[in-house]
């Protein structure tokens, strides 16, 4: 299903944790720090290691979160509580094992994870989330998640310019917000001080809002992959949480 950005945009929208007029939304081109040039590129991380009997590294809690009937799994494993460094890793489930699909360096929230997020905190919120919708300034590339095209959903270009194209592929996270909706609806079931429009993105560079942002070959793989047939989730956070 492909639905036009006028039928599903909301042109007020939030970006990536905040409103875009606050100027603090994921990549706000404002406030930046030193990242790991190596996420600039895609990587396979192992990329092939099959017969998996679980997700490594999810502890018993978040692996308990995660749906019987969801046969593709992104983790993302935050290098620490207070870093904006990850990797994601995307896993497939054939029978009763997982494979380990592919790889890539990434960044979460600019001041690491937290367990209680909220607006404008910085971190992003650890947790397993689904996966139902998608969308971005670029038309689709292949998408198998309802895709949204729109002008409405591009970094704004007062921005810096390396945050210009964050927004060009985004894949919504299921946090505070209304499933079968385009990404950047406003739309917040638990109130605005929980935050939301917590996305997957592309990657500028360094830590963001509250996002996971990625290469652009890793949006396009995941984008051309995430079957809502398959009941695609993120688990996410910092390995110290997604053990326990």
């Known amino acids: 299903m492909r639905i036009a950005g006028a039928v599903r945009v909301v042109a007020s929208a939030a970006a990536c944790g905040v409103l875009l007029t606050t100027l603090t939304s994921c990549g706000d081109g404002q406030e930046t720090e030193k990242g790991d040039a190596r996420s600039a590129g895609a990587r396979k991380d192992g990329a092939g290691t099959a017969g998996l009997k679980r997700i490594p590294d999810v502890g018993d809690r978040l692996r308990s979160k995660i749906p019987h009937n969801s046969r593709q799994v992104v983790a993302v494993y935050g290098a620490g509580r207070n870093s904006a460094d ?4 995307l896993y497939t ?3 009763s094992t997982w494979d380990k699909a592919a790889g ?3 960044h979460n929230g600019r001041k690491g994870w937290t367990a209680d997020h909220h607006e404008d905190d910085k971190r992003s919120p650890v947790g397993v989330f689904t996966l139902t919708d998608a969308g971005g300034a670029l038309p689709d590339p292949g998408a198998l998640l309802p895709y949204s095209e729109s ?3 591009r970094a704004p270009r007062y921005w810096a310019k390396p945050y210009w194209h964050d927004f060009d592929y985004v894949i919504a ?3 505070n917000r209304v499933k079968g909706t ?3 609806d406003p739309t917040r079931p638990e109130g605005q001080s929980k935050g939301g429009s917590i996305w997957l993105h592309m990657d500028h560079g360094s830590g963001t809002s509250a996002c996971v942002s990625l290469p652009k070959a890793a949006m396009v793989k995941l984008l051309r992959t995430l079957d809502p047939k398959q009941n695609p989730v993120v688990v996410m956070g910092d390995r110290a949480a997604l053990k326990s």
Do not use: E, L
């Open 104 to 106: 890539w360096k990434a």
């Open 151 to 153: 002008a409405a959903i």
């Open 93 to 95: 489930r054939t029978g």
């Open 182 to 184: 385009a990404p950047n």
């Open 173 to 175: 996270i299921d946090y």
């Open 86 to 89: 990850s990797t994601v890793v």
